[in-house]
């Protein structure tokens, strides 16, 4: 007797349910937006091979880490300003007799500093684990597959 069974032993893909002629249709539309694709990445890398202009130097380990750093701020801050305005806006929807005494003035540069300060924060966080890593020794990378 077939009794409970909890464990999925085969599954079907479903694509496109479309005809023949559709499918070959985009097909061709996919193969030619990817052509394209790999043309002006090929186009890129030649204008900047031949280009003498553009320094050889790479950027330093002290600017690349201000960049991420400052990548990382700015990013977690606009996260977290993201955050404070949808509470702002569920204020000003469910509560709006008490609107004008959740959210002022001071309430709301307090949020921003603290905006601001947590995205610091957790991009000093980040940036310090990063700098922990060591980027000197194997050049063997373990395939764990």
């Known amino acids: 007797m077939g009794g409970n069974q909890t464990v999925v032993t085969e599954f079907i893909l479903l694509g496109f349910c479309l005809g023949p002629r559709i499918q070959i249709l985009l097909f061709g539309l996919f193969c030619l937006s990817y052509t394209f694709t790999l043309l002006e990445n090929r186009a890129i890398l030649g204008l900047i091979s031949l280009d003498s202009r553009i320094p050889a130097k790479p950027i330093s380990f002290a600017g690349c880490m201000k960049q991420t750093f400052l990548f990382l701020t700015f990013t977690y801050a606009e996260c977290l300003l993201l955050a404070v305005l949808s509470y702002e806006q569920y204020v000003a929807l469910c509560h709006p007799l008490q609107y004008s ?44 597959f």
């Not at 921003?112 to 300060?117: D, E, F, G, N, R």
């Not at 310090?128 to 020794?137: E, H, S």
């Open 101 to 144: 005494v959740i959210v002022s003035w001071s309430i709301c540069i307090t949020l921003v500093v603290i905006s601001w300060a947590g995205g610091s924060l957790l991009a000093l966080v980040h940036v310090g684990l990063v700098l922990r890593l060591l980027f000197c020794g194997l050049h063997e990378i373990n395939h764990f």
